[in-house]
């Protein structure tokens, strides 16, 4: 135990449950709901955003959230109007937003930036600014899934039946997506981009073979994350 006693591997601990809990509990909504592409779609869209705040000189993590929340409202948008299909959204969105990313970096001049750290992480090098992105994600995400609970439940299992009832299912999943793209951008700068979707994914839909009922796999989602 004794390399808990030094500060940044207090912080890469603290940090790693957080996102772990993070990710997993949204990964359970984003697994029902057939949305995993999405969640590799938003991840990488985040992407553009870190290159436009960079380009911009201001907070990439800022420009992230703002530039990745679009994103994912422009692809629930495509798709649920039906011009194109989710996966042809997705793929469309992925590709361009990656594209503007690699082009704001050209525009910059003198670029030294280190976007594997974006791409890849580095959870040893959490900073208190970095923890406290962390904390105040999960401070937003986890309480509107705690008051959402059933509704959410109820879309994911069956969105029709919830749309006749009165449900507002649009505007949950729309939600959806938001909380999904805050997700993804608290996580990028400790595990990464591709790590970020992976860990929302993969945790749940393990969970979703073995689990019996759904705060079972949301438990287990939890754990394996």
């Known amino acids: 135990m004794e390399i808990f006693e030094y500060s ?3 912080r890469a601990f603290a940090a790693s449950l957080i996102i772990g809990v993070l990710c997993s509990v949204i990964g359970v909504y984003v697994v029902l709901r057939g ?14 955003g870190v290159a436009l705040g960079y380009l911009l000189n201001i907070n990439p993590l800022f420009s992230a959230i703002v530039f990745s929340v679009a994103t994912a409202l422009c692809i629930g948008r495509a798709s649920r109007n039906g011009s194109v299909k989710t996966d042809t959204a997705v793929g469309i969105f992925f590709s361009a937003t990656m594209a503007f990313g690699i082009l704001c970096i050209g525009l910059l001049k003198g670029y030294n930036i280190d976007l594997m750290g974006y791409l890849f992480g580095s959870i040893l090098a959490v900073a208190n600014e970095d923890l406290i992105l962390v904390i105040c994600a999960a401070a937003v995400v986890l309480p509107c899934i705690f008051c959402f609970f059933k509704e959410l439940k109820f879309m994911c299992f069956d969105p029709e039946v919830a749309m006749i009832t009165g449900l507002p299912v649009k505007r949950l999943y ?11 951008v608290a996580s990028m700068k400790l595990v990464g981009i591709v790590l970020a979707s992976a860990l929302i994914i993969t945790p749940a839909a393990t969970a979703y073979q ?7 796999m949301m438990i287990m989602s939890v754990v394996l994350a």
């Open 210 to 216: 073995f689990a019996e009922d759904f705060k079972k």
């Open 174 to 184: 729309y939600c959806l997506l938001a909380l999904i793209a805050v997700t993804v």
């Open 35 to 48: 949305m995993s592409f999405i969640g590799a779609g938003i991840a990488h869209a985040s992407f553009g």
């Open 8 to 10: 940044f591997m207090q």
